[in-house]
């Protein structure tokens, strides 16, 4: 049971360019969510999905997209990456809605 | 949406000092309060948790008070050890919510 798996840990990326975070789950969650951390700021919400083929916006979800088409993953999609995207990135997992969300190791992520 | 202020931004005690941090919430209809603990590097890991229906919950060292009437919740850290040195992340969920809100979180500093 490996939990909540991101890949990759650390990227470098160019002003422009797109990627995409991968987020997994082996546990047969039905929530997860996308979460910015940023120095000061918390951990900000960015899109979250209640079950496949369901997604949703959170507070800050411009220039990200999400996909869910399976239970077991969770994409997170930069489609033109900005300075402003620099942080570290966390996707969590839960099978009971808010209750014992379990959070992936993380995805530092810099824009160059 | 809800939105949770947590204080103090930085905490520096005492090994074997008592520790407090606080949080507020705005949704009235907020009825689970989780606590993260996040040491430096690694992942957000709950630690403890309220419900609505309680008014103080303690887990050995750690304990966590609920004031709905106020709006407030805190968590009270007893007898603490340099292990206990972390970013500690406060969060409420409303009614209907399967999404935590985090405030934006405190640094805890314990001193040998």
């Known amino acids: 049971n490996a939990g909540v798996t991101q890949t990759p840990k650390f990227q470098v990326l160019k002003t422009g360019q797109s990627m995409t975070l991968q987020c997994a789950q082996d546990m047969n969650h039905e929530y997860m969510s996308w979460y910015r951390q940023d120095p000061g700021m918390g951990l900000r919400l960015i899109h979250y999905s209640v079950g496949a083929g369901i997604t949703d916006q959170g507070e800050v979800p411009n220039g990200y997209n999400v996909s869910r088409s399976t239970t077991e993953d969770f994409p997170l999609r930069l489609l033109s990456a900005a300075p402003s995207q620099t942080s570290v990135y966390f996707c969590?997992?839960?099978?009971?809605?808010?209750?014992?969300?379990?959070f992936g190791s993380g995805t530092r992520l810099t824009v160059v | 949406g809800e939105n949770v202020e947590q204080h103090p931004s930085t905490l520096s005690v005492q090994e074997g000092d008592s520790a407090v941090i606080k949080c507020t919430y705005s949704d009235s209809a907020s009825n689970y309060f989780p606590w993260y603990k996040q040491e430096l590097g690694k992942r957000p890991q709950l630690i403890i948790d309220i419900r609505s229906n309680v008014g103080e919950k303690k887990d050995q060292r750690i304990a966590v008070t609920l004031n709905k009437t106020a709006k407030h919740f805190s968590l009270h850290i007893t007898e603490t050890q340099p292990e206990d040195s972390a970013v500690y992340f406060c969060a409420a969920v409303s009614g209907g919510s399967y999404i935590p809100t985090f405030g934006r979180g405190t640094s805890l500093i314990v001193h040998p």
């Open positions: 969590a997992s839960s099978d009971k809605g808010p209750y014992g969300y379990t």
